[in-house]
Each structure stands twice: as C-alpha cells, then as structure tokens.
C-alpha cells in the first residue's frame, strides 16, 4: 500500500510564501511521477505542477517564475515552494505519485491567500 501525506497548507497574505510537503510511504518504484493538484471551492481539480524521479520538472502556466517543484528521492518526500501567492492560488492542494498505471493521492492540504 502506498500513502501520501501533505503537510504546510495554511492561511497567507497575498505576496506571502508558503512550502508545502508531501511524504510518501509504502511500496514506492524507483521511477515515478509525483505532483501536485488544486482544486479551489465550486471548481474542478487541476494540475499544477509534477516532478518524474529523474528531476524533469514541468508547471501549468498561472504558477510558472512563482513556484518551484523539488523532491528528495531518499526520503519519498516531494516539495512544493509557493512566492508571490495570489488569491487566485487559494484551493486545497493534493498531492499525487503515479507508478505505471496505479496513481495515488493524498487527502489535501488547504492553501488561503487573502487579498
């Protein structure tokens, strides 16, 4: 079994900063792809940005120059380094690890950025 737990959501002023993490425990491959979605109140989730275990790094465009991607691989712990928040960035966060076709979640972290 394979479980994910985020950590580091909270409440932030508009130009704040905020990390979050995301520790994965269980039968983790080697090579995977792990990620980050969001999905903000009467929305559908959303992709945002998502890091494979050799390092490729991509990001939806709203948050490019603004947020950073990163991971240990040692520790299955993925980082999600999140400046210049903007109220548009408010959601709950989930993590995600795909391994071939299995794709797994974490339960959400809630991100607030006030105006």
């Known amino acids: 079994q394979v479980q994910l737990v985020e950590s580091g959501g909270g409440l932030v002023q508009a130009g704040g900063s905020l990390r979050l993490s995301c520790a994965a425990s269980?039968?983790?491959?080697?090579?995977?792809?792990m990620g980050w979605y969001r999905q903000a109140p009467g929305k559908q989730r959303e992709w945002v940005t998502r890091i494979t275990s050799g390092g490729s790094t991509s990001y939806r465009d709203s948050v490019k120059g603004r947020f950073t991607i990163s991971r240990d691989n040692a520790k299955n712990t993925m980082y999600l380094q999140m400046n210049s928040l903007k109220p548009e960035d408010t959601a709950v966060y989930y993590c995600?690890?795909?391994?071939?076709?299995?794709?797994?979640w974490g339960q959400g972290t809630q991100v607030t950025v006030s105006s």
């Open positions: 269980g039968s983790i491959f080697s090579t995977n792809v």
């Open positions: 995600n690890l795909v391994m071939g076709v299995q794709s797994y």
